[in-house]
């Protein structure tokens, strides 16, 4: 069965500090690997999209790497703003099947 | 270019009753997706339409169903509604099936009493 867990459930980082959130897949056949994120409520924003033949895709403070032989992505941010503040969920995809982690809940504090 | 719109935003209806939500995906987007986002089963896939056929369906009992039209709008429908489909409603589109890379609506908020 394929599925997608992240960790942690939840963060709280002080304003500036950089950060790394981590994703599993059991599937390693995927195809690709998307990061989004999820203001309350709202529907979700792509950040990143790695092709299952990259290694890491980077845009502006975010960096997002992958590694299809241990089943894992990170998400990094750098220096971290209270704008951050949001539900990072990764999904893994295979073909045009998106399997979703349960997210990681972040708080940046000023 | 506008992004993927749905509607409506928010819905209440009552349990037993049957509701039609909508989504226009991104102009000249074929492929639409719908997912089911709830706090305890997170995000889960419905089905996908592309060029008015279902390609791919989740787990998800009949009654639940959608169609998607030759302008690539669609619709879902869930008919005999229950509590537990209390919900937010995505829908997501892409260029095509085999664009991996997807862009989300807003969704629509649908509370069951």
């Known amino acids: 069965k394929q599925e997608v867990t992240q960790i942690p459930a939840a963060l709280s980082v002080p304003e500036g500090e950089n950060l790394v959130l981590n994703c599993s897949f059991t599937?390693?056949?995927?195809?690709?690997l998307q990061w989004f994120r999820q203001d309350p409520g709202k529907g979700l924003t792509s950040l990143l999209l790695?092709?299952?033949?990259?290694r890491e895709q980077t845009s502006g403070r975010l960096n997002a790497s992958l590694d299809k032989s241990s089943g894992r992505s990170t998400l990094y941010i750098a220096a971290s703003q209270p704008g951050d503040s949001a539900t990072y969920l990764c999904?893994?995809?295979?073909?045009?099947?998106?399997?979703f982690g349960p997210g990681t809940r972040l708080s940046v504090l000023p | 270019k506008a992004g993927v719109t749905q509607t409506p935003r928010y819905l209440i209806k009552t349990r037993g009753q049957q509701v039609t939500l909508s989504c226009s995906p991104i102009?000249?987007?074929?492929?639409v997706s719908w997912y089911q986002q709830t706090p305890g089963q997170g995000l889960q896939f419905l089905f996908e339409?592309?060029?008015?056929?279902?390609?791919n369906k989740g787990n998800f009992p009949g009654r639940f169903s959608g169609r998607q039209f030759s302008n690539s709008r669609s619709e879902m429908n869930v008919s005999t509604l229950e509590l537990g489909d209390s919900a937010l409603y995505l829908c997501?589109?892409?260029?095509?099936?085999?664009?991996?890379?997807?862009?989300f609506g807003p969704g629509t908020r649908l509370t069951v009493t």
């Open positions: 997501a589109s892409s260029l095509d099936t085999y664009s991996y890379e997807q862009y």
């Open positions: 599937d390693s056949a995927i195809y690709n």
């Open positions: 790695i092709q299952s033949s990259q």
């Open positions: 999904a893994a995809i295979y073909g045009q099947n998106f399997v």
């Open positions: 102009s000249g987007h074929r492929s």
């Open positions: 339409y592309f060029s008015e056929t279902q390609r």
